[in-house]
């Protein structure tokens, strides 16, 4: 009885309306005109920021390191076009604060020419440290959002006995159909990267799964994969947020990651589709990830569709592409409509986290008044992890943070499916967003405040190590002192007495 | 474009609060109309006086509080609870009925709490409860059913608003429930005292009871038009009508002379307003689905103790006003699990598939 309730394959999500048929049926345009400058921030990835190799001046050439990772988790980067390096300086973020970045500009010289690579004969013949160390120089991260660096996640595999590789097609989000036509239209080229990805981690199988609004491209990848039995693909139901990889694992395996754990705890790695695209292109053609498919969507955009954009290209270029009516725009947001970023303006790069451009008309969103919870609970059967977010907002509303914790705070996602259903359009996400960000402020004033402590302990134990050193030394120099005396006078009563 | 920092998701699912209340209004129409033909115009005066009353308190509430009214107002809650309370009286009973109860329900069982959302126990079902305490005559005085057109005229019914049915043997009588616990204390067994029951009268209405009490039918078809758009969910209302059911056939089995059928029970009192409008209602009934089949099962066997052994004939709002009180305590212990822990909050183990 309880089980129809405990661990049903699918918990809550929603089914928002798609968007997805406007660009889903247009191939990838790969004809966006060479920009004349390309913004290339260093920071593009989870980890530490890459470490800028060139100097103002330097001539690039098309795939030439930029900037080299720093530390075990980071990613380089890499020129996406040949030209000249005019500056390296602090320029806007695509993030919704818009504070700057370090950033690369090249001015390009309109050759794009390649630098000279070397391409394995056979790259299935390269040996498991060799493919990582490849897709690591490549500056391969993660491209369904996450953008951690995916030779970091492969490492991780080999060392911890991996028998399952997910790849996550869900693309759950709507309007968004990169992943969707990049499958349609380079299934062979992904199903290479999948068997590279396995040979990196020595991992026996990999299951595909597919959204199954995607038929075309469940087609494509199971003609792909007929030569290879270790691949299988599969079709599971549209239903945000199908893309989330640990509701992905569970749809497909019926397993359940550990809490506080990782998916290698399970023997199990997963990867966006679109990774593994990215692995292929670093492995058998030597090409680091300089460029990537975006979708570039919504009411403001007369000619929605795919384009394949250079890394670096400003994002007005790609809208101007894409003939947005740019006084229509009444939302900017990179990613999806559910778990993207709205951005304050145009003049940002397009990065490698970047899957969509989503140009939205005032027709496309609203922005209704907040009325009171009504305890309807359509956020409980909505939430993906079995949280309850109509309690830990209002918790939060009157800042008790650590209550919301004890609700479960630190296991949501984010995925917006709560805020999505609410009938009295209270910004659930928004609520804990904000209470993640003042936790993650106090830790770190508890962490300065005990810093601050420790510093000062370490001063008065030094002080008072030092005035009992101090005394110690008096005390040696008045009982030597005494001594003296006390000699001196004997000598004095021995020299008197004889 | 935006400046203001806006988190996701940038669309909705477009489902607004007004939207619901005036489903969940639709989906009482059709008994309320049945009632109106089968008791004629006072039933319809007695209606608005409530509805406008409760509408009347709602802005008086909202404007103590300091707050526009007009917003609140239009999002149909205060209507839905003057309806409500206008279907738990008896369908003549005078207007200062209607007007005490939506005061009741409006102030004692919302405003207090600090209004929409706050409330620990059904408005309606207060109202309803503390009329029948305050007023035991008034709200037991059931009229016999005389439909539209042959009972009182248009004027003549503003008398019956203004003060009760007349006090005439031949136009009133009691419930079925009032019956039997009447038929009890002269030690009448229960086929006595049914010989003139009929099952399919009671189950499409015509039979005398409160606006919410008749027509079993029309309130199921209500009800099950509610499941369809998504505005209640399936666990309240099938646990509390599986709980009562299995109970009633049980006790009638083992002593048919004193326990009422399933049947007689299904169809009587205000059982199918209470399992999908009353139940049913978001702020006072528990969150997650196994909270809400315990919430459905307790009101159930609740019904049935106070129906079979208790004081009063009729223990819809007694049975949902206790539940209610228990809801908070449904909701700390009843949680649903969080994905990768146990449901006591540990993490799974990890164990190699």
Not at chain 1, 98 to 105: E, F
Not at chain 1, 115 to 134: Q, V, W
Not at chain 1, 332 to 356: E, N, R
Not at chain 2, 61 to 80: E, I, M, N, T, Y
């Amino acid at each position: 009885m309880l089980a129809i309730f405990e661990n049903p394959r699918l918990r809550g999500g929603i089914h928002a309306e798609e968007h997805k048929a406007e660009t889903s049926d247009q191939p990838i345009a790969l004809n966006l005109p060479l920009p004349n400058k390309l913004y290339i921030p260093v920071q593009q990835h989870v980890g530490k920021p890459a470490e800028p190799v060139v100097k103002v001046g330097d001539k690039v050439l098309k795939g030439q390191l930029l900037a080299y990772s720093q530390g075990t988790i980071s990613a380089p980067i890499h020129a996406p076009s040949s030209g000249t390096v005019i500056d390296v300086m602090e320029c806007p973020a695509p993030h919704p604060s818009a504070l700057p970045i370090r950033t690369i500009i090249i001015e390009t010289d309109g050759l794009d020419q390649w630098r000279s690579t070397i391409i394995p004969d056979d790259p299935f013949a390269l040996n498991a440290e060799e493919i990582c160390l490849r897709v690591g120089a490549a500056g391969v991260v993660g491209m369904g959002g996450a953008v951690f660096p995916s030779a970091v996640k492969l490492n991780l595999g080999r060392t911890n006995k991996i028998h399952t590789l997910v790849i996550n097609a869900g693309e759950c989000e709507p309007y968004l159909t990169c992943d969707d036509l990049l499958m349609q239209e380079r299934a062979t080229h992904i199903v290479s990267g999948i068997r590279l990805m396995l040979r990196g981690m020595h991992a026996p199988k990999a299951m595909v799964g597919i959204e199954d609004n995607k038929p075309q491209a469940f087609q494509s990848m199971q003609d792909a994969c007929r030569d290879f039995p270790e691949i299988e693909v599969k079709q599971v139901p549209t239903r945000y947020p199908m893309g989330w990889d640990r509701q992905m694992l569970r749809y497909l395996t019926g397993w359940e990651i550990p809490a506080d754990g990782r998916a290698t705890d399970i023997g199990v790695v997963i990867h966006n589709v679109a990774t593994a695209y990215a692995v292929y292109r670093a492995v058998c053609l030597g090409q680091p990830l300089i460029s990537r498919v975006v979708t570039i969507a919504g009411g403001a955009v007369a000619k929605p569709q795919n384009v394949e954009v250079l890394i670096g290209t400003m994002l007005s270029e790609v809208l101007t592409f894409c003939e947005v009516d740019k006084t229509k725009i009444a939302r900017l947001i990179m990613g999806g409509p559910m778990m993207g970023d709205a951005l304050p303006l145009t003049d940002v790069p397009v990065v490698k986290a970047c899957s969509g451009i989503l140009a939205l008309s005032a027709a496309d969103i609203e922005e209704p008044e907040v009325q009171p919870c009504i305890r309807c609970s359509s956020c409980i059967t909505a939430c993906p992890v079995g949280l309850l977010p109509l309690e830990m907002a209002s918790r939060i509303r009157v800042n008790k943070l650590d209550e919301a914790v004890q609700l479960g705070l630190k296991d949501c996602i984010n995925c917006g499916s709560c805020s999505y259903v609410c009938p009295s359009n209270i910004p659930l996400v928004h609520y804990f967003k904000y209470a993640s960000g003042e936790l993650f402020k106090r830790q770190q004033m508890e962490h300065k405040s005990e810093q601050t402590k420790r510093l000062i302990n370490d001063r008065n134990d030094r002080m008072e190590r030092i005035r009992l050193e101090n005394e110690a030394e008096a005390r040696r120099v008045m009982e030597a002192r005494a001594e003296r005396a006390r000699k001196d006078a004997e000598q004095i009563a021995q020299g008197v007495q004889p | 474009m935006s400046v203001k920092p806006i988190s996701g998701p940038h669309v909705g699912a477009g489902q607004r609060v007004d939207w619901i209340m005036r489903r969940v209004i639709i989906a009482l129409m059709p008994a309320s109309i049945l009632n109106i033909i089968l008791f004629g115009w006072p039933t319809l005066y007695l209606g608005l006086v409530t509805i406008a009353s409760a509408m009347l308190f709602e802005a008086w509430c909202l404007k103590l509080k300091g707050v526009k009214a007009l917003p609140f107002l239009r999002d149909g809650s205060a209507v839905l609870t003057g309806l409500l309370v206008a279907m738990s009286l008896p369908p003549w009973a005078p207007w200062w009925i209607g007007v005490v109860g939506s005061a009741i329900a409006i102030i004692l069982g919302k405003q207090v709490y600090g209004g929409l959302g706050q409330n620990l126990f059904n408005p309606a079902m207060l109202a309803r409860v503390a009329l029948l305490i305050s007023f035991p005559i008034e709200m037991t005085t059931w009229v016999n059913v005389t439909p539209l057109f042959t009972g009182p005229g248009i004027l003549e019914s503003f008398g019956i608003l203004a003060s009760g049915v007349p006090a005439t043997d031949s136009l009133t009588g009691a419930t079925t429930l009032g019956a039997i616990k009447t038929g009890f204390s002269l030690n009448q067994t229960v086929p006595q005292i049914l010989t003139d029951y009929s099952g399919f009268l009671a189950l499409i209405g015509w039979e005398r009871g409160s606006l919410g009490e008749t027509s079993s039918l029309l309130l199921l078809l209500g009800g099950f038009w509610l499941l369809r758009q998504g505005i209640i969910q399936w666990h309240i209302p099938a646990s509390l009508l599986l709980t009562l059911t299995i109970l009633a056939t049980i006790f009638h089995g083992y002593d048919p002379d004193h326990y009422l059928s399933a049947w007689v029970h299904l169809n009587s009192g205000a059982i199918m307003l209470v399992a999908f409008f009353i139940a049913t209602d978001y702020v006072t009934s528990p969150n997650t689905p196994l909270g809400q089949i315990v919430f459905g099962a307790g009101c159930g066997i609740l019904i049935f103790v106070i129906r079979s052994w208790g004081g009063y004939p009729e223990g819809t709002g007694f049975a949902i006003l206790l539940m209610n009180a228990f809801t908070p305590l449904i909701d700390h212990y009843i949680r649903p699990r969080i994905y990768g822990r146990y449901r006591n909050g540990k993490p799974i183990d990890i164990s190699q598939p």
